[in-house]
């Protein structure tokens, strides 16, 4: 068997340089493993010194530290020479042979151990070493292993990292040598002289930067009120004087003028200069903070007529009032204030008696989201309108304020508080007896006189349902009953706020009758265009049409599926003719364009046709339609059937307590009925009764005792009614416990709420029973009352829950980014159009504060902006929108 001429001598000699580098990094292996802590606490230590913090801190922390980084050096070099091993060349070349398959290093260093006479084993033997030999010849250096993970889990080794990062960027290499000026004696010191150093720190809120003293080049220098200056002297205590006469002596420090650390705040111009080798001196001028300044609009109103103009009201008695401020660096906040001006009210009817004090109405002024606050336009908006000065003569005083504390305000100016406007005639009625009571309780007996006075004998048409008319006796007869026994201020609260609700309720209708409030709402656009109201008004009333326009559809829409009359399209019932929901927007938009056009004669006979046409409409649900209804459906049109059903023995309870104690007056009432208000079950009694009033009418000259003997010989027939309204409530309220029984699933907060408001209903039910029972009319009124707020309250919070659950399951489907037409919709819920642009007609901000609403929108965007976990196109649009707001 020939010999491969391999022998280790080669062999090694050809890995020289793999052998080499590989025992090269298992040196910087084990320097790492073993030194890591030192170079640590080095990096630390010239983290520190390269920030400065030796110049902040006192001499006996800087010294402190010194010591603790000296310590640590030691212990770190202590612990890092007991563990280093220097790396033997054995150790490297059993890693390099360890890294290569089969270990073929350690195969050619071998020697045969048996058979070494045998020609055919030593042949085998050779062959192997020689194929192990072309194996060993491809060795590479093998890279040391420097992960430091086991030996630090607490990462320290990256801290120092990045303390030394943080040092180079906000730093100064330079700074590292004032280390030394610190010792007695110091090196630097001694070689040098004395020396020193200074800031000027003007305050936070000016923005503006540090300025270093040695690196002024001129003798004059100007800084803000209340700038703090800082001076270090080195070197030999008293070689080097302060004399300043910029700022009082606030201690030690200033009082002995060669004190090494002094500091002082800047509060007048003068001279500040530093006395001895290389000392400096400056002119040191003090620039004054001015007030804010604050006006209304651009520029501050000449007459209250101009001031009037300029707080515009909407109709729903929003108030918006912008103002303009500037300061030399920044408003901080600001409020206004609203004062009654009782010099120039008309003390006339309810206003004759000396008012109640109030406290002024302070509201804080908007300040803007973002960019610079020195000087900015911004509205105020708030609704005053439940405010007892609202519609009085006020007066408006605006202040801002600084950083600094100084204070500006815009004066005094006149104005009238805005308010709601009510264009009902009895509603406007009683929102003044409102404003009487609230101005003084001396004034309770006269606005209950003038409420029975207006509901004693009401003209047709007076209250739009006997709902207003009830609503209406009963805040009358606890007013009475309150001031009988003396109205507190709560009492005239809560009889304050009962006839504001019922003022909406004249006002507006019943919001579940929808023909009522489209025909309320063409009547107040109509009155606004005569009374020649503002554009915004305009624009407001026309919104108001619009949706009451959409809500009498809608509910056209249902009573067409519950009667069964379905068909393919809208149809008009004149001449056949057909009109579509795109035709009805065309003719208030053609509307709006007249009146914004200022051809108001058209609008109106605009306004009159639609006005025509609605009122003939008939609904009809399309194909596409589906009639079958949900549980949740079908359990709110039951409680709503419950609820007219309680309205209607309400009704007949308060006509029953009113022939008991005014007999003949009931036809006044039945005057200004609506049909379709009362339960199906009760019309023929209902008719009955009104036969009976109009047959039990008294003359003028009718004495009260002939009255009262007529309801005395009636006392019997009208204990049987009563029994019988007191059945009827007893079946009424088996009926909402049978639907209560029957709800649907729903949870949540809102579902919770919808079963204890029905619970409510269920218990003013019984005691409704109960009083009708035993003869109390007006216990049982209240009852009744009670039993309708906490059923609507119920339908209000059961239809919330359904909304909710229905959004839920709609998002859990996977639809949360479409729309029921398949429209895309982007991360604010805007539609995408065909065409790829993003945009909507929606009203986005109706009745809300927008300023505040925008101030959540931005929160809401950065808030998603830093959640990493959103799609990247997401966070880009969202990215896009912050740079752009």
């Not at 563990?83 to 490297?92: G, M, V």
């Not at 709503?640 to 309400?650: C, H, I, M, P």
Request: glycine share 12%; proline share 5%; aromatic share 4%.
């Amino acid at each position: 068997m020939a010999d491969t001429g391999q022998t280790p001598e080669s062999l090694l000699t050809r890995l020289r340089w793999p052998l080499v580098l590989t025992r090269a990094g298992l040196l910087a292996e084990r320097v790492w493993q073993a030194f890591w802590p030192l170079w640590s606490v080095m990096i630390l230590a010239l983290a520190a010194l390269m920030l400065g913090l030796h110049d902040s801190l006192p001499v006996e922390a800087v010294w402190a530290g010194v010591m603790a980084a000296g310590l640590g050096v030691v212990w770190a070099t202590v612990r890092g020479v007991r563990r280093f091993r220097w790396p033997l060349r054995a150790e490297a070349l059993a890693r390099l042979d360890a890294s290569l398959p089969g270990r073929p290093i350690s195969a050619v260093l071998d020697r045969q151990a048996i058979g070494s006479g045998d020609a055919a084993s030593v042949a085998v033997w050779q062959a192997h070493q020689a194929r192990m030999a072309a194996r060993a010849a491809l060795a590479q250096p093998v890279a040391p292993h420097l992960d430091m993970a086991p030996s630090d889990p607490f990462a320290t080794r990256y801290v120092a990292l990045l303390a030394l990062a943080v040092g180079l960027l906000f730093g100064s290499i330079l700074r590292v040598g004032s280390v030394a000026e610190m010792t007695p004696g110091g090196a630097q010191a001694l070689a040098g002289g004395p020396t020193w150093e200074g800031w000027i720190e003007p305050p936070a809120y000016t923005g503006q930067p540090t300025l270093y003293l040695a690196d002024q080049t001129g003798d004059t220098i100007e800084a803000p009120l209340g700038s703090r200056i800082t001076l270090r002297l080195y070197g030999e205590v008293g070689a080097l004087r302060v004399t300043q006469d910029i700022a009082e002596a606030l201690g030690a420090e200033i009082a002995d003028p060669a004190a090494p650390a002094q500091e002082f705040t800047l509060n007048r111009s003068g001279r500040l200069d530093i006395e001895g080798p290389g000392g400096r001196g400056w002119d040191m001028m003090m620039r004054q903070d001015a007030a804010p300044t604050v006006a209304f609009g651009d520029a501050a109103p000449e007459t209250p007529d101009q001031m009037q103009a300029l707080a515009q009201a909407r109709a729903e008695g929003q108030m918006t009032l912008p103002f303009s401020a500037k300061d030399d660096y920044g408003i901080l906040g600001g409020q206004a204030r609203i004062m009654l001006d009782l010099a120039v009210i008309q003390r006339r009817h309810g206003l004759t008696v000396a008012p109640e004090p109030r406290e002024a109405i302070v509201l804080d002024l908007p300040m803007p989201i973002t960019g610079d606050r020195a000087a900015f336009t911004e509205t105020l908006v708030e609704n005053l309108s439940e405010h007892p000065w609202a519609n009085l003569p006020v007066t408006v005083e605006l202040s801002v304020n600084d950083a600094a504390g100084l204070q500006g305000s815009s004066g005094a100016e006149q104005m009238i508080l805005p308010a709601r406007r009510f264009f009902d005639p009895l509603a406007n009625a009683v929102i003044e007896q409102r404003r009487d009571l609230l101005w003084s309780r001396d004034n309770a007996t006269r606005v209950s006189q003038v409420m029975r006075t207006l509901s004693h004998r009401p003209e047709e048409g007076l209250f739009r349902s006997e709902t207003a008319y009830l609503r209406f006796r009963v805040i009358l007869r606890r007013l009475e009953t309150m001031t009988e026994y003396g109205l507190t201020s709560d009492q005239r609260d809560e009889i304050a706020q009962a006839l504001w609700d019922l003022a909406l309720l004249l006002e507006d209708g019943d919001l579940d009758d929808a023909l009522e409030r489209l025909q309320r709402a063409q009547e107040r656009l109509s009155e606004a265009m005569k009374n020649g109201a503002s554009d915004e008004e305009i624009a407001e009333l026309m919104q108001e049409l619009r949706d009451a326009t959409q809500n009498y559809m809608n509910q056209l829409a249902q009573q067409a599926m519950r009667d069964g009359t379905f068909q393919d399209n809208q149809q008009m019932s004149e001449g056949g003719m057909e009109m579509g929901q795109d035709d009805l927007q065309a003719m208030m938009d053609r509307i709006q364009e007249l009146m914004e056009q200022g051809r108001m004669a058209e609008a109106q006979q605009a306004l009159e046709e639609l006005q025509r046409l609605m009122e003939n409409m008939q609904v009809t649900q399309g194909q596409g339609g589906q009639g079958q209804q949900s549980p949740g459906q079908q359990a709110m049109e039951g409680l709503a059937e419950t609820l007219r059903d309680q309205q209607g023995l309400s009704d007949q309870a308060f006509r029953d307590l009113q022939e008991q104690f005014n007999p003949g007056g009931q036809q006044g009432q039945q005057q200004g009925q609506q049909p379709g208000q009362q339960g199906q079950g009760q019309q023929s009694q209902q008719q009955g009764q009104g036969q009976q009033g109009q047959g039990q009418q008294q003359g003028q000259g009718q004495g009260r005792g002939q009255g009262q003997d007529r309801a005395d010989q009636q006392g019997e027939g009208q204990g049987d009614a009563q029994g019988s309204l007191a059945d009827r409530q007893r079946a009424l309220r088996n009926e909402l416990n049978r639907q209560r029984g029957n709800l649907p699933g729903i949870g949540g907060e809102a579902g919770e709420a919808a079963r204890e408001a029905l619970d409510r209903a269920g218990r003013a039910m019984d005691g409704a029973e109960q009083a009708l029972r035993g003869n109390d009319l007006p216990e049982a009124i209240d009852r009744q009352a009670e039993a309708m707020d906490a059923l609507r309250e119920g339908m209000r919070n059961m239809g919330e829950a359904l909304a909710q659950a229905e959004r839920e399951q709609r998002g859990g489907q996977g639809q949360e980014m479409g729309s029921a037409g398949g429209e895309r919709r982007d991360p604010l819920g805007r539609n995408s159009g065909s065409s790829g642009q993003t945009g909507t007609d929606e009203n986005l901000l109706q009745g809300e504060d927008v300023y505040r609403r925008a101030r959540d929108l931005l929160d809401e965007i950065r808030r998603r902006t830093g959640d990493g976990v959103r799609p990247e196109e997401e966070l880009d649009y969202l990215k896009r929108l912050l740079e752009r707001f």
